[in-house]
Nanobody, 126 residues
Framework: QFVESGGGLVQPGGSLMLSCTAS????????IGWFRQAPGKEREAVSC????????LYSDSVEGRFTTSRSNALNTVYLEMSDLKPEDTALYFC?????????????????????WGQGTQVTVSS
């Protein structure tokens, strides 16, 4: 299971960096997807990074503002968020792809990911 941290309250235009670590294990062999869920809305994909970090994907809504990276040495995947907007307010989760292709970002569907953490809350408000 993964553990997310780094959320908080930030003003519009501000920045935050989220972290995702593995509880009791290593995430170095896994692609990691970031997702978010706002109140009353479905969970949606935000970004994905392959096991080596060589491939990164972003949703249209965060492209150019969010950057995902990883340090396998530190067993951590990051989501750096800048120019935050009120619509970015949500509970943010990380997870790994199911099945044999766990090292690749082969899907953006929630159902294709597993080992969800409890999430970290990001609130963008003035």
């Amino acid at each position: 299971q993964f553990v997310e941290s780094g959320g908080g309250l930030v003003q519009p235009g501000g920045s935050l960096m989220l972290s995702c670590t593995a509880s009791g294990g290593s995430l170095r062999y896994y692609a990691i997807g970031w997702f978010r869920q706002a109140p009353g809305k479905e969970r949606e994909a935000v970004s994905c990074i392959s096991d080596s970090g060589g491939v990164t994907l972003y949703s249209d809504s965060v492209e150019g503002r969010f950057t995902t990276s990883r340090s396998n040495a530190l067993n951590t995947v990051y989501l750096e968020m800048s120019d935050l907007k009120p619509e970015d307010t949500a509970l943010y989760f990380c997870a790994s792809p199911r099945g044999r292709n766990y090292a690749r970002c082969y899907s953006t569907k929630v159902a294709d990911f597993e080992d969800w953490g409890q999430g970290t809350q990001v609130t963008v408000s003035s």
